[in-house]
């Protein structure tokens, strides 16, 4: 009881170990499309491989027995085409040597199974040279480790019938024929490469082993009752157990270059209908379900063509006769655009005021001098301010100003929505409008400047005059 809930106990038995016969016939090998005879040949292969690599790396038979049991569990809870029988066997052999308190280093592991691959391919042996890829192989082993440790559940207990076979041949009172004994240990270390010490017990198999020797040497056991019965086993399993064994003898020996095909091939569909059923061709990119399926907009023309097209004057008439249409059209935009015309309208004009306020003509200035020329330039100022104000008030206020300024606002508005449509045309008409400010601005000043230096003559000579003047009346 942990907290509120009711959990249920670990239970692990050797018979948990057992695989029941409902999940042998359709292994995950052979439902991602792997058949039965090439499935078998890759369980003999790799036990094959196991037992060679352990005598050269020394280990007990025990050892081995465990490992070869493991790489079988193992493949009937996972697939030979997602998972590298070589690796899961080396794997399989470096956790069974700490499991038998044999240990092994992984590096012995992986330069046994070089040597042994470089002796299957007939090549001269050469030492593992320590790179990057020798790396990647001490990883996926491993990996691989962590991977047999989780999907049997950390259960990796295996009863051997080693021992087994010895305490019932005492029984039987034939511990002293050593042949005897010898051929079923040689018999039982044979059926390490089926499946039988998954479907059966360890007492079961140890009586098939000494069933099958005492039959190959024709030596008689008791057989009223028979012997196997005796030790809780049955004449169909003992049978079963036999006929697996003795098909290892008949089987052809498997060839490795084949299996590693057959293998690529199934991966190869494999990764081909994960693909599929995410819609995606077998290069990665997205597949077309019909022929009217996505396609992406072409362009009208290139990005030169649009450039040239914005160059030319007519094309921009013809942008802004559409743009006003739409504006036309529509109510909203219409409002709007009428609101930024007004509003731009009253900028310019409000501008325009400030600038005819503060630069007066000269004719006017002309006028006033030939008028009056003996008093001050305040007055004059003050006067001309007074005076000139109203004129250039009618002037704003008359209709070609207001058509003027409002072809200002036009051209300055169509020039902004050029900015954004990147047009050529734009800084041309920017640039001439800012010569001709300049132009007006420095002419402006000009004028300040002779007016201001005719006040000063002017007044220099009223001064001087009226100097003269006081000393007459003096005299």
């Excluded at 480790?145 to 009172?173: A, D, N, T």
Aim: proline share 5%; aromatic share 6%; net charge positive.
């Amino acid at each position: 009881l942990i907290g509120d809930r009711l959990y249920s106990e670990v239970y692990l038995t050797i018979d948990c170990s057992l695989i029941p016969e409902e999940r042998l016939s359709p292994t995950p090998s052979m439902s991602d499309g792997l058949d039965l005879n090439s499935e078998t040949d890759l369980r003999i292969l790799g036990c094959e491989l196991i037992q060679s690599a352990g005598i050269l790396l020394r280990l007990p038979q025990v050892a081995l027995a465990t490992g070869q049991v493991l790489f079988h569990r193992f493949f009937y809870s996972k697939s030979f085409v997602k998972h590298s029988f070589e690796i899961v066997a080396m794997a399989c052999i470096n956790l069974a040597s700490k499991i038998e308190e044999a240990p092994r280093r992984i590096r012995d592991v992986i330069n046994v199974f070089h040597h042994l691959r470089q002796l299957r391919t007939k090549r001269t042996p050469v030492p593992l040279i320590l790179d990057q890829s020798y790396i990647n192989t001490k990883n996926h082993v491993i990996k691989a480790e962590r991977r047999i440790l989780k999907e049997l559940g950390f259960c990796v207990h295996v009863k051997h019938p080693h021992k087994i076979i010895v305490m019932y041949l005492q029984v039987l009172e034939c511990e002293r024929n050593q042949t005897l004994v010898q051929t079923a240990w040689n018999y039982m270390n044979d059926c390490l490469r089926t499946n039988v010490f998954v479907r059966f017990e360890a007492e079961t198999i140890a009586c098939a082993c000494i069933y099958l020797a005492a039959r190959a040497l024709q030596l008689p056991l008791p057989n009223r009752p028979h012997w196997f019965l005796l030790f809780g086993a049955t004449e169909e399993n003992i049978q079963d157990i036999c006929i697996t064994t003795l098909r290892l003898y008949t089987r052809k020996k498997p060839n490795y270059e084949f299996l590693e095909k057959e293998v690529e091939k199934r991966k190869v569909a494999l990764q081909e209908a994960k693909l599929k059923a995410k819609g995606l061709n077998p290069d990665g990119t997205p597949a077309l379900l019909s022929i009217g399926g996505f396609s992406p907009a072409s362009k009208p023309s290139s990005p030169r063509d649009v450039k040239t097209e914005d160059k030319s004057p007519s094309s921009a008439k013809i942008k802004r006769e559409i743009d006003d249409k739409q504006s036309s059209k529509s109510p909203y935009n219409g409002l709007r655009k009428e609101n930024k015309r007004s509003r731009s309208i009253s900028r310019s004009r409000s501008r325009t005021k400030s600038r005819s306020r503060s630069h007066s003509p000269r004719r006017h200035y002309n006028n006033r001098r030939s008028r009056s020329g003996t008093y001050s330039s305040r007055s004059r100022s003050r006067s001309r301010s007074h005076s000139e104000s109203p004129r250039r008030h009618h002037n704003h206020g008359s209709p070609h100003m207001k058509l003027k300024h409002r072809v200002e606002d036009l051209r300055g508005r169509h020039g902004h929505k050029r900015k954004k449509s990147n047009s050529p045309s734009k800084p041309r008409e920017h640039v001439e409008l800012a010569k001709k400010h300049r132009h007006e601005h420095g002419h402006h000043r000009e004028r300040r400047e002779r007016s201001r230096s005719f006040e000063r003559s002017h007044k220099s000579k009223h001064h001087s005059s009226s100097h003269s003047g006081h000393g007459r009346h003096r005299r």
